[in-house]
């Protein structure tokens, strides 16, 4: 999701790494807000009805611990394929809030405008429910792959449709590409690996650190302070299995927990948003286009190389 993006803004909005603002970590700490966000609810990478619920059940009982709010965002066709509407209830029950991710996680470069609508109304009817036993309605839309508009005229008549219902985009501005150590980690589990999943969970979680630092220094450079983040996660099982090591992460760099509408209250998040594009880059980058600011996406690590390289199940 990420490296298609990043080198395309690299190639146009770049500068050396000799010019790049230095900022404290101890100041940026003792101000950093990070708001929590799941994607694909009930659960991805698996077909498993309890298995989704094994996963939500972990990372619920460590939110609550931790009292970290979260945003989880919903595809209403694996709310029915995985029996998962006391999943969305459970969320609602803990305080939590819960988006519209469309009801078949629909990539919007490959749909009209009109069917792309189309997605998001049928994509309301499990969590919008579960919600209405709270007394809340629907407020955040997440887009799939974050493709918000590959052209103008279908960026613009999205973004007026979802203004009369009632949305608001939700950002993301950090991410550790975990969809894809996930996918690996599945793999692993098939071949009887231990020893990879044990040092991919190590590299995974190093590498998220490492992605959180990058990306809030990005947002420093782009704004020249220190900026409310949302991170974006999968409900998947090896977030399920490693939340609370995620969450630690946060607090060891001296992070508070926040709503996705506190951290969004960021006069950041008021940017204006024209960014078209293809891809789906986290916002710090579509920001820094915005308010060019020039950038060096290449500045940022990748995921160990193995991780993607690692063999499919067959034996």
């Known amino acids: 999701m990420k490296s298609p993006e990043r080198c395309l803004l690299a190639s146009r909005i770049l500068v050396l790494a000799a010019f790049l603002p230095t900022f404290s970590l101890c100041s940026r700490a003792q101000s950093a807000m990070v708001a929590l966000t799941f994607d694909d609810l009930p659960a991805v990478g698996t077909l498993d009805p309890a298995e989704a619920q094994s996963y939500n059940r972990a990372i619920l009982a460590s939110l609550a611990k931790h009292h970290a709010p979260a945003t989880g965002f919903v595809v209403e066709d694996r709310v029915v394929k995985l029996r998962g509407r006391e999943i969305l209830d459970q969320w609602v029950r803990q305080g939590l809030d819960l988006g519209n991710h469309t009801f078949s996680h629909a990539d919007l470069d490959t749909l009209t405008p009109e069917q792309f609508e189309q997605e998001v109304i049928k994509g309301e009817s499990s969590f ?24 103008a005229a279908k960026h613009d ?59 809030s ?3 420093e450079q782009v704004f020249g302070r220190a900026v409310a983040h949302v991170m974006l996660v999968h409900l998947n ?12 992460i946060f607090e060891n760099k001296r992070y508070t927990f926040v709503t996705l509408d506190a951290a969004q209250s960021d006069s950041a998040y008021s940017t204006p948003d024209t960014f078209v594009s293809s891809y789906g880059p986290m916002w710090g980058y579509r920001w820094a286009k915005e308010r060019k600011v020039a950038v060096n996406g290449n500045l940022e690590s990748e995921p160990p190389a193995w991780i993607s390289q690692y063999p499919s199940d067959e034996k």
């Open 128 to 151: 919008s429910a579960a919600l209405a036993t709270a007394g809340k309605a629907p407020k955040y839309l997440r887009f799939p792959f974050n493709h918000a508009g590959d052209t």
């Open 157 to 215: 008549a999205v973004a007026e449709f979802l203004s009369r219902r009632g949305y608001k985009v939700a950002a993301c501005t950090i991410d550790n590409e975990d969809y894809l150590f996930n996918e690996a980690y599945l793999k692993m589990r098939v071949r009887n690996d231990p020893e990879s999943a044990a040092k991919l969970r190590a590299e995974y979680l190093a590498y998220t650190a490492t992605e959180i630092d990058y990306y």
């Open 217 to 219: 220094h990005l947002q």
């Open 237 to 248: 099982r090896l977030n399920a299995e490693l939340i609370e090591q995620l969450l630690e």
